[in-house]
């Protein structure tokens, strides 16, 4: 029995395909919304329009409307806007959403289409690191011992 194995690529046959990872939103006529991410978003909005799932968040609450999503030529860059988008308040992400739908309908025809905007590679280098530094925990003005906490009775 021969074993099948895959032909590794070079780095020119690499470079001709590329996957494109894709952040989305879908939602349903109350505005109940699921973000998620995929390599392959028109398989995920099929398998969330046909309910390919019984018990799934998008199935028990109807979501079945892809009403925005972003592309992106990494998975990290990816996953970081995803974490992000699910970091929203509601109404911050309904904003989003309004610039590239501003009916709030269903995009998923157009996105076969391809009437909807390219790649949109944003990524995160280059940028300003917004993190708060943590103080250091030995800080002298912040340590208590534990003899203090209980009384001198030790």
């Known amino acids: 029995m021969k074993i099948k194995r895959k032909k590794r690529m070079n780095n020119a046959e690499h470079n001709e395909v590329a996957t494109v990872y894709a952040v989305y939103v879908m939602a349903n006529s109350i505005m109940?919304?699921?973000?998620?991410?995929?390599?392959?978003?028109?398989?995920?909005?099929?398998?969330?329009?046909?309910?390919?799932?019984?018990?799934?968040?998008?199935?028990?609450?109807?979501?079945?409307?892809?009403?925005?999503?972003?592309?992106?030529?990494?998975?990290?860059?990816?996953?970081?806007?995803?974490?992000?988008?699910?970091?929203?308040?509601?109404?911050?992400?309904?904003?989003?959403?309004?610039?590239?739908?501003?009916?709030?309908?269903?995009?998923?025809?157009?996105?076969?289409?391809?009437?909807t905007p390219a790649v949109m590679e944003k990524e995160l280098k280059g940028k300003k690191n917004t993190r708060r530094s943590k103080k250091s925990v030995t800080d002298s003005s912040r340590m208590v011992s534990l003899r203090s906490l209980r009384g001198s009775d030790w």
């Open 32 to 115: 109940a919304v699921h973000i998620a991410i995929s390599d392959d978003l028109q398989r995920s909005v099929e398998q969330h329009k046909h309910n390919a799932d019984p018990h799934s968040f998008t199935t028990r609450f109807g979501i079945h409307n892809l009403v925005y999503y972003e592309l992106y030529t990494t998975q990290n860059s990816a996953r970081n806007r995803e974490v992000k988008l699910k970091a929203m308040a509601k109404n911050e992400l309904l904003d989003l959403v309004r610039k590239m739908n501003p009916e709030l309908t269903c995009i998923y025809e157009r996105f076969l289409a391809g009437d």
